[in-house]
């Protein structure tokens, strides 16, 4: 058994690090029951919890709109190359048929796909996928 203080936990590298009592490092009464597997064990558990909960906590879901129109390929190519991302990420899609509003239609035209990130135009024509990652974490990052 090894007289220990207190634990603590490197969140960098999930390492547990122990401190032996103070003075003359024998082991009191509390010290005896420390079995190190088990504090190992319970502590690398909570580590992963507690890194999990402020994974979900610091990240927000971004919200993608497609502006689209019936029958444009570009616009299916880009909806299947956003799909695996918006799983990643846990964005919504929201597709907008542009021809459905006469607005929409006079802004975009031709000029379609158009995607924004929140409020933010993300790509127009064809998407890259690596950029749309770097915009969707940068959305997801609060400020």
């Known amino acids: 058994m090894i007289p220990v203080r207190w634990v603590s936990l ?18 009191t009464s509390d010290d005896r ?24 906590m610091s990240r927000t879901s971004p919200t993608v709109t497609l502006y689209t129109r ?38 975009f035209g031709h000029d379609i796909p158009v995607v924004f990130i929140n409020d933010r135009k993300a790509a127009k024509h064809r998407i890259d996928p690596e950029q749309f990652r770097r915009q969707l974490i940068e959305a997801s990052t609060p400020r």
Not at 10 to 27: F, T
Not at 34 to 55: E, G, I
């Open 10 to 27: 490197c969140w960098m590298c999930d390492s547990v690090i122990l401190s032996r009592s103070a003075g003359n490092n024998q082991p």
């Open 33 to 56: 029951s420390f079995q190190p597997s088990k504090l190992l064990t319970l502590n690398l558990r909570l580590l992963t919890s507690v890194r999990s909960h402020f994974a979900t």
């Open 70 to 107: 019936p029958g444009c390929h570009l616009c299916e190519d880009a909806k299947s190359i956003i799909g695996p991302l918006l799983a990643e990420f846990g964005a919504t899609l929201r597709e907008v048929d542009i021809d459905t509003d006469a607005r929409l239609t006079d802004e």
